[in-house]
């Protein structure tokens, strides 16, 4: 072997102190890195709890007395019920006083928290009907009150431009009447919330633009699951662009194409606190639909 040691041998030797060196210091970057990074915490790992189940009393549930809808939430599950206005449960502002605090009892009592739904609509060119709609929302807000219920939902219900009647002039006119009733509704300790239902109506853009026009920080949607939701400009940026006014949805058959999966995401990534209420056909099993609805539900959500 030969003793003598050759300039390419200095060049290779230096390479590979130079290398080490940069590995060296490399490491001693990422360790000053992750002892400077703050720990996560569990909480930062926690996913987010899952969405919490009602049930509209339209339709499954219009048949049933308070103790029936009592029993069969309780039973299967749902932690809130939407008492729909003229159904059996018999909640309607034509109870005394007396009555209204015995609802608002019986419903605490059993943990079971309640939203009042109606037909109000705004949509009405004619002032005459449109003031009854106003004052009927005003009347049902008080019951609402009396017995417990935080929220109360209202219809836009339609736009009339086959009447002649401009769009924008509807949805401004419907922007109005929710200046009227929603801080009354606030001043009350109730949420009222518009529908994205109805005849042109049942569009996330154009119930946006009339909570827009109330010029109301008390005015709320309710996002109802429609087709519509997904389309242009798509379900991610409709829901964008009014997670922070949704205080109720409506789920409708879990096993439709709408993108229930995707929906239950966003609702939790935005830290949604309001209910998730099932609006379903009558059935002749309806507790043993009402537990696979609740199973479904969660396995949407990946909790089960």
């Known amino acids: 072997m030969s003793g003598s040691f050759t300039r390419r041998d200095l060049l290779k030797s230096?390479?590979?102190?130079?290398?080490?060196?940069?590995?060296?210091?490399?490491?001693?970057s990422s360790a000053q890195v992750a002892a400077s990074a703050p720990a996560a915490t569990p909480?930062?790992?926690?996913?987010?709890?899952?969405?919490?189940?009602?049930?509209?009393?339209?339709?499954?549930?219009?048949?049933?007395?308070?103790?029936?809808?009592?029993?069969?939430c309780t039973e299967t599950g749902f932690e809130h019920i939407?008492?729909?206005?003229?159904?059996?449960?018999g909640v309607e502002v034509g109870i005394s006083k007396e009555q209204r605090q015995m609802v608002r009892k019986r419903f605490e009592d059993a943990g079971l928290k309640i939203?009042?739904?109606?037909?109000?609509?705004?949509?009405?060119?004619?002032?005459?009907?449109?003031?009854?709609?106003i004052e009927g929302t005003k009347q049902y807000v008080i019951l609402a009150q009396d017995v417990g219920a935080r929220g109360f939902r209202v219809f836009p219900?339609?736009?009339?431009?086959?009447?002649?009647i401009p769009e924008e002039q509807t949805m401004r006119q419907i922007g109005k009447a929710l200046a009227e009733v929603c801080p009354f509704a606030h001043e009350h300790g109730v949420k009222i919330s518009l529908e994205v239902h109805g005849s042109g109506t049942n569009i996330?853009?154009?119930?946006?633009?009339?909570?827009?026009?109330?010029?109301c920080p008390y005015a709320y949607i309710n996002w109802n699951c429609d087709a519509n939701d997904a389309r242009d400009p798509g379900l991610d940026a409709n829901f964008a662009s009014v997670k922070d006014r949704i205080a109720n949805v409506h789920m409708h058959e879990l096993h439709e194409k709408y993108p229930y999966r995707r929906l239950f995401e966003l609702l939790r990534q935005a830290g949604y606190t309001g209910y998730c209420d099932a609006e379903i056909p009558e059935s002749k099993e309806p507790i043993r639909l009402m537990k696979y609805y609740r199973a479904t539900f969660l396995a949407l959500q990946n909790v089960i």
């Open 157 to 164: 219900n339609a736009l009339l431009a086959k009447q002649g």
């Open 115 to 133: 939203s009042l739904a109606s037909g109000f609509a705004y949509h009405y060119p004619d002032p005459a009907p449109l003031r009854k709609e």
């Open 14 to 28: 230096s390479a590979a102190v130079a290398a080490t060196s940069a590995l060296v210091a490399s490491c001693q």
């Open 43 to 72: 909480a930062a790992l926690a996913p987010a709890p899952p969405l919490k189940l009602g049930l509209m009393s339209y339709n499954l549930a219009k048949d049933w007395d308070i103790d029936t809808i009592i029993k069969n």
């Open 204 to 215: 996330v853009g154009k119930v946006k633009q009339m909570v827009d026009y109330s010029e």
């Open 82 to 89: 939407e008492l729909r206005t003229t159904h059996a449960h």
